[in-house]
């Protein structure tokens, strides 16, 4: 018997060594966060094409599909989206999209012309032929998705460095379309295991993102969650390498930026008995590292907590675990709402692009991308 498990842990930590291939990790990113995918939403089919690309690269491994029509499952959801002119003045000058300004995720479209004057030291509004114009300074400018549309009404946010005590007059041209009834798609396919194909380890991502504003500027989501995804994709190879003895689950989830749609469906629609996962990770902002990780549900699940943390002490890999309590914050929470043994993991440090489009691909370190990796291989290999 000691034979044997010592010859299983010589097997996993050579199999680890050779699991990280950040070279196809970039591979993967550069695809993702490209024009091509338009920051994979709701506008110039980018989640459409960043499906069909997770699809393909699935199929090179030897998993199987996880749903009975195939890879996928789909999902019905409404969004708000500004699908081609976006164009705003600020006292002639024409603002550029992303830097200047963002339109708030339900503002209407349209076409007009207005003075702005101060509400507060954040706020400028105004009015012109019965529509509502709000314009908001926050500290960043931060996109996200909406569901509806505020009433007829215009709302952006610009970058607060434009503020002046003058009032000022504001120009926009604006398309804008409400999408009732849009389809998103899950991804989800299964390695089935060696010893105990009946019990399952299952790691998820989430491979949505904000989409674009207008037909030139997109939110390309290198680190949320391109990362993440790259990262599933590198553990399928993996795990075809170097066959597990559970079944392992790959979940690609859509619709997590309108609101943990996608995970919620599946967990409603579960073509897997959740009752048989032994635990499930969710990688979502995997990208940096520089001061380690963060761990949601650490408080949960106490005693697979502290195996995580002895396992980096031993082998001396990311800077810091951080333990959080519960949040719904990511695609891990209905599951944990179903009793599934479940980690949230993100990174800590580095770049602090999020929600804009200055999260791209090139300037993405993947810091601490290999060991932390390497920290859940040995982790899940200890289940």
């Known amino acids: 018997m000691w034979l044997r498990h010592l010859i299983f842990a010589f097997s996993v930590f050579a199999s680890v060594i050779r699991a990280q291939d950040t070279a196809y990790v970039r591979q993967c990113l550069k695809f993702l966060c490209s024009p091509i995918c338009y920051g994979r939403g709701y506008v110039n089919k980018g989640l459409q094409r960043a499906e069909a690309f997770i699809v393909s690269e699935i199929r090179k491994t030897k998993a199987q599909a996880l749903f ?7 999902f019905h959801h409404p969004v708000n989206t500004f699908p081609k002119t976006c164009e705003v003045k600020w006292n002639g000058k024409t603002l550029k999209p992303g830097l200047d300004y963002i339109l708030d995720p339900v503002s209407s479209g349209g ?6 004057t101060r509400k507060d030291s954040v706020t400028l ?5 019965s529509v509502q114009v709000t314009v908001k300074a926050p500290k960043k400018l931060t996109y996200s998705v909406g569901h509806t549309v505020s009433g007829g009404n215009v709302m952006l946010d610009i970058n607060r460095s434009l503020l002046s005590p003058e009032p000022v007059t504001l120009e926009w041209k604006i398309t804008q379309t409400l999408n009732a009834d849009f389809v998103s798609k899950n991804i989800g396919a299964i390695i089935k295991g060696s010893e105990q194909p009946d019990s399952m380890l299952v790691f998820t991502a989430h491979y949505d993102h904000l989409g674009g504003m207008g037909n030139k500027t997109f939110f390309p989501g290198a680190n949320d969650n391109g990362a993440g995804i790259a990262g599933l994709l590198d553990l399928m190879r993996h795990y075809t390498s170097s066959p597990p003895r559970y079944s392992v689950v790959f979940l690609f989830f859509a619709g997590e930026e309108a609101g943990l749609l996608g995970s919620k469906f599946f967990v409603e629609n579960s073509p897997i008995d959740l009752k048989k996962i032994k635990f499930l990770i969710n990688l979502d902002l995997i990208g940096t590292g520089d001061d380690g990780i963060t761990v949601v549900n650490a408080t949960e699940f106490k005693a697979a907590f502290e195996r995580l943390k002895k396992i980096n002490e031993a082998e001396k890999l990311v800077k810091y675990i951080k333990p ?16 599934v043994p479940s980690f949230f993991i993100y990174t800590m440090g580095g770049i602090s692009a999020y929600h804009d489009v200055m999260d791209v691909e090139k300037t993405l370190p993947l810091t601490d991308y290999v060991d932390v990796m390497k920290l859940l291989l040995l982790f899940t290999a200890q289940l």
């Open 111 to 116: 076409k007009g012309k207005c003075t702005l």
């Open 125 to 129: 509004t105004g009015y012109t032929n």
């Open 68 to 74: 009975e029509a195939g890879f996928t499952q789909a």
């Open 324 to 339: 959080r309590g519960k949040a719904a914050n990511s695609d891990h929470y209905w599951f944990t709402e179903k009793g």
